[in-house]
């Protein structure tokens, strides 16, 4: 007893602490998930040090890029960061190792109204693979172990559409390091096929309407006419905008704020973050990500 009281005691200091410092809060820390090189994520997200200093009262606001997904996540976890966006898995993953450590607040809406996205499998238009049957005994990239479409979908869903189970089915597996990379390993020859994502919305042949292959094409390293769609998965639900949650709520409603007004108050400050063509954001709460959660929790554990 008094153990959990001890432990009680230290938890309420150190959220009083938390708060206290969140109230006085100089820096904003933005996390950004990796899959694409450096460089191109620090541009895609420099309006936002430019437009966030005055909109939340901070002295300056950083950008973190991590290498790969579980540096974002790790951030999120320890405290270290203040706002990134988030696929579904690798929200899961921050939710099921501290459920209170960030607090997803808005998603994004597709252009045609629909909240999801998908995960879907390119191969080189001439390699000869045409569909999924094609890729027995071929070798399949996956983007990151904390992608959502990028790996925890297709090695759930796959077994369905193939009839056995991934390890079997296909010669060998393995990770491109992010999304870009994949598809340029893919493009290579270092994987047969790859596991990326996209909208769905819109023609293949452009890339989609937003997603790894658009962001892409507009940065003009790949010619999708070089790619092959082989598989695409059930709807994903988009990812989350999330927040540390010991971060002051009036700082969090401001950022709120600031977000759901960006589509109309600077359409390429929001096309720039997100990565392609986006209506909206949506609020969204722990409960949207519950059949990720609970995938992730069955197929990885945390």
């Known amino acids: 007893m008094f153990k959990k009281i001890l ?7 150190a959220l009083t602490i938390g708060a206290a410092q969140a109230e006085d809060l100089k820096e904003f820390r933005i996390g950004i998930l990796g899959g694409e090189n450096e460089a191109d994520r620090l541009r895609s997200f420099q309006c ?7 909109v939340l009262g901070v002295e300056k606001v950083s950008l973190f890029p991590a290498a790969d997904y579980d540096g974002t996540v790790q951030g999120l976890l320890g405290g270290t960061l ?18 209170d450590a960030v607090e997803p607040i808005l998603t994004t809406v ?4 629909s909240t999801g996205y998908y995960s879907i499998m390119v191969a080189r238009a001439d390699s000869g693979i045409k569909t999924l049957a094609d890729m027995k005994g071929k070798k399949l990239g996956f983007a990151d172990p904390d992608s959502t479409s990028g790996y925890l979908i297709p090695v759930t869903s796959l077994p369905k559409d ?14 491109g390091g992010g999304h870009e990379q994949l598809v340029l390993e893919v493009l290579k020859g270092t994987f047969d096929a790859g596991t990326t994502w996209g ?8 890339g989609y309407t937003s997603g790894n292959l658009r962001k892409m094409v ?22 989350p905008i999330v927040v540390r949650t010991s971060l002051d709520a009036g700082i969090k409603a401001k950022f709120k704020d600031f977000m759901v007004s960006l589509p109309q108050s600077d359409p390429a400050c929001f096309a720039s973050i997100q990565g392609g063509d986006y209506k909206s954001f949506t609020e969204v709460t722990p409960a949207f990500y519950q059949p990720i959660i609970d995938a992730r929790k069955a197929k990885i554990g945390s």
Request: hydrophobic content about 40%; overall charge negative; glycine content about 12%.
């Open 7 to 13: 432990f009680g005691a230290v938890s309420i200091v």
């Open 48 to 54: 936002l040090v430019d437009k966030l200093p005055s």
């Open 82 to 99: 203040d706002y990134a966006e988030l696929g579904a898995s690798a929200y899961a993953k921050v939710y099921l190792e501290n459920k």
């Open 110 to 113: 597709q252009t045609d109204g």
């Open 162 to 175: 193939i009839g056995a189970d991934v390890k079997t089915y296909f010669a060998s597996t393995g990770f």
């Open 199 to 206: 909208s769905g919305v819109g023609a293949f042949k452009d």
């Open 218 to 239: 507009d940065k003009g390293i790949l010619d999708m006419d070089d790619l092959v769609e082989l598989w695409k998965s059930p709807l994903i639900p988009n990812g």
